[in-house]
């Protein structure tokens, strides 16, 4: 038994880790029942954890195949993006939709139906997947696609692993003409204007704003619009269309041990907003900005989820309706402000259409802020899940860490649904994560 | 510039499978050689898919030394460096017991190895170059009760690479003697390893590629191995037949 948690670092639990190299080796973790497929482990809290057995699938990290005429590739689940992104920018494709991290893996990816910047003009991951192999309860193997197997294939894509073992997969990825985002940054002053200026951008293709939610009054959800292209070659300098794929070498920093709690206080988190805005507000107008920064920018610190400390920190993010999306995201700010409990990273971004059996995304925006894990904050997440359910929102469970099963049941009818299908697939006892006991899933 | 040709004996071990990502990361040409090549088929697939450089497999037998020779002349090409990473650690206890499977943890880690790598060395003299690296252990600097048939083979191969080495101090020819220590490997696990003393495959893999460019001789792969092997190495014998470590 060891004890796991997520990249929050909390809560952690004990589980049964165990790496297998077969297929054979899943299917008897899987037997012994209660198992989650984990990845790379960067959901936040415990939806890779598994309630009794916690199979990693790092062993199953082989690319199998690629067509460059389709830009199709196979692989297996644990592949990480990032590796993804080094094999194949260098040949002109780039994946067609990304989180904010390239440290995932691909079995991750289709468990939480990720979503990127491009989401309300591409939706999620799950529309560029065209099969995925899954490990059922009983051990066989089953390809699903939107042609065989449907069912399986829609409820495993944002499924949270809770319908198998994703083995294997293939993915479409898109073609770019170079390694570089034409990047358009907007400060503005207060959530209205963010809004409008959202809705405006409705024709780029990547659009998230960093949002200041430590701002009040008429400042009250001050942010920065970074809108971005892929460039294509015409829009490179010289010195860089010779070379469009290269960009610089970054300096990877890491923390390398534990900051002391309380390092990132109301005062020291106020401080770093202001000064990220006044240092966006002057850089703004368009630039040339390489992919990694753009995406990634927090790969580069690699174990950043150590500056909130040995207590670990919690994500909390909500999509909410576009006709409340203006009241209601007021409302979370509002309160996130009062208590003065800053997020160090608070992210919007402005969803399109999605009709899923699971999936988070929905017609509206999405609000991300984290918090160090503690008495306050926990309190502060509480009210800001009531504010969510109050406008109609719903919940992540890639970040979600704390939530309880009443408030995912009455946010989203779907989890009922969901977990009906699980028993009458008899899904429910051979897969369980440490989240989805706790959700009642 | 097209680079050299790596050669890595023992291809399916956790070590060698690092060993042969970091080198083709580097744009390296791979000659993979494993008893069951087949075996390999999928990470073949990988490397070429992730860095577009060639990679060749190979069957070949350590235990069939007459067999060496017409294994060299099916690689595609002399490589440039041969990394040896057979290796076979069986069970102790059997091993006190049954002569002919200590004779095969021998023969594995010592005959074996020391014969591919020294016609390979004999090849790359005749060249002018090339470059050898032989993982051994550094269960092989003592004998201790609970691994000692394991550990006498791997100091052979040790003695072996340093003679090597000696040799052809005035040639071109290099060889590099890697002691990883503990490694999180199919081999060790299950083992209560310390987590503080256990590299990852990975590790092993960058250290070598850097003791390479550096024209290193024996490297340990921790650091924190080199003090603790100066310990177990002095303790005088009257001491050291009593101790259990």
């Known amino acids: ?441 | 510039m097209t680079k050299g040709s790596v050669l890595i004996l023992g291809a399916t071990s956790d070590m060698a499978q690092a060993v042969a990502r970091s080198y083709a990361a580097l744009g390296h040409p791979l000659q993979l050689a494993a008893r069951r090549p087949e075996a390999l088929e999928k990470l073949k697939t990988d490397l070429e898919l992730r860095h577009s450089v060639p990679v060749s497999l190979h069957a070949f037998d350590v235990l069939d030394t007459g067999s060496h020779p017409a294994f060299i002349e099916t690689l595609p090409v002399l490589p440039e460096i041969a990394i040896c990473a057979v290796g076979m650690m069986g069970e102790q206890v059997e091993n006190e017991q049954d002569m002919a499977a200590a004779a095969q943890v021998m023969r594995s880690n010592y005959e074996g190895p020391a014969t591919i790598l020294a016609l390979l060395a004999n090849r790359f003299d005749a060249r002018g170059s090339g470059q050898i690296v032989g993982i051994s252990s550094v269960a092989g600097l003592r004998g201790r009760a609970t691994n000692y048939v394991y550990g006498s083979a791997k100091a052979g191969f040790t003695a072996f690479l340093s003679g090597l080495r000696n040799r052809f101090a005035k040639r071109n020819v290099h060889v590099l003697t890697v002691l990883p220590g503990f490694v999180a490997t199919r081999m060790t696990e299950g083992m209560d390893l310390p987590p503080r003393l256990t590299a990852e495959p990975e590790e092993v893999a960058e250290a070598i590629v850097k003791a390479l460019n550096k024209g290193r001789n024996v490297i340990y792969v921790r650091k924190i191995w080199w003090p603790i092997m100066a310990i177990i190495t002095s303790i005088p014998e009257a001491i050291f037949k009593k101790l259990r470590i």
């Not at chain 1, 060891?2 to 004990?14: A, D, I, T, Y």
């Not at chain 1, 898109?174 to 907007?186: G, L």
């Not at chain 1, 988190?269 to 990220?276: D, T």
């Not at chain 1, 969901?418 to 051979?430: Q, T």
Request: aromatic share 10%; glycine share 10%.
């Open chain 1, 1 to 441: 038994m060891s004890e796991l948690s997520g990249w929050g670092r909390f809560p952690g639990h004990k589980t049964q880790l165990s790496a297998p190299r077969s297929e054979g080796a899943i299917t008897a973790r899987v037997a012994e029942g209660r198992a989650i497929a984990r990845g790379n482990g960067r959901a936040y809290g415990d939806s890779a954890v598994g309630a009794r057995q916690t199979v990693s699938m790092r062993h199953f990290n082989h690319m199998l195949s690629f067509d460059a005429e389709t830009g199709v590739l196979v692989a297996e689940a644990g592949v990480i993006l990032g590796d993804v992104i080094s094999a194949f920018l260098p040949r002109g494709w780039f994946p067609a939709v990304t989180p904010g991290t390239k440290f995932v893996t691909l079995g991750g990816m289709i468990a939480a139906d990720v979503h990127g910047k491009n989401h309300h003009k591409d939706g999620s991951f799950g529309n560029f997947i065209d099969w995925i192999e899954l490990i059922g309860p009983d051990g066989t193997l089953r390809r699903c696609s939107p042609r065989s197997n449907d069912e399986l294939f829609r409820r495993t894509i944002g499924g949270m692993g809770l319908t198998g073992v994703i083995l294997r997969c293939a993915i479409r990825l898109r073609p770019v003409e170079s390694a570089w985002i034409r990047q358009t940054m907007q400060p503005l002053e207060n959530l209205d204007a963010a809004l409008e200026a959202f809705e405006a951008a409705d024709a780029a293709t990547y659009s998230v704003a960093w949002i200041d939610c430590l701002s009040q009054g008429d400042r009250l959800g001050r942010s920065l619009l970074m809108l971005g292209e892929h460039a294509t070659a015409a829009e490179l300098s010289e010195d860089k269309v010779r070379y469009p794929f290269e960009t610089p070498q970054k300096n990877k920093k890491t923390v390398p041990f534990d900051l002391p709690q309380g390092l990132l206080s109301q005062y020291t988190v106020r401080a770093f907003n202001a000064l990220y805005y006044w240092k966006g507000a002057r850089q703004s107008g368009k630039s040339l900005v390489d992919w990694d920064t753009y995406f990634y920018p927090l790969d580069a610190i690699l174990g950043w989820n150590r500056i909130y400390g040995r207590k670990g920190f919690m994500q909390f993010q909500c999509a909410l309706p576009l006709e409340s999306s203006p009241e209601g995201l007021r409302a979370l700010l509002e309160a996130t402000s009062e208590a003065g409990a800053g997020s160090f990273l608070a992210v919007l971004k402005r969803f399109g259409e999605q009709e899923s059996p699971f999936s988070f995304p929905m017609l509206g925006y999405t609000l991300a802020l984290d918090f160090p894990v503690n008495a306050k904050t926990l309190a502060l997440m509480e009210e800001l899940d009531r504010i969510t359910l109050d406008y109609g929102g719903r919940f992540y469970l890639a970040k979600d860490s704390r939530m309880s099963a009443e408030t995912l049941h009455r946010s989203d009818p779907r989890a009922a649904d969901y977990a009906a299908y699980r028993d009458s697939e008899g899904l429910r006892a051979p897969f369980q994560s440490r989240q989805s006991e706790r959700l009642s899933l």
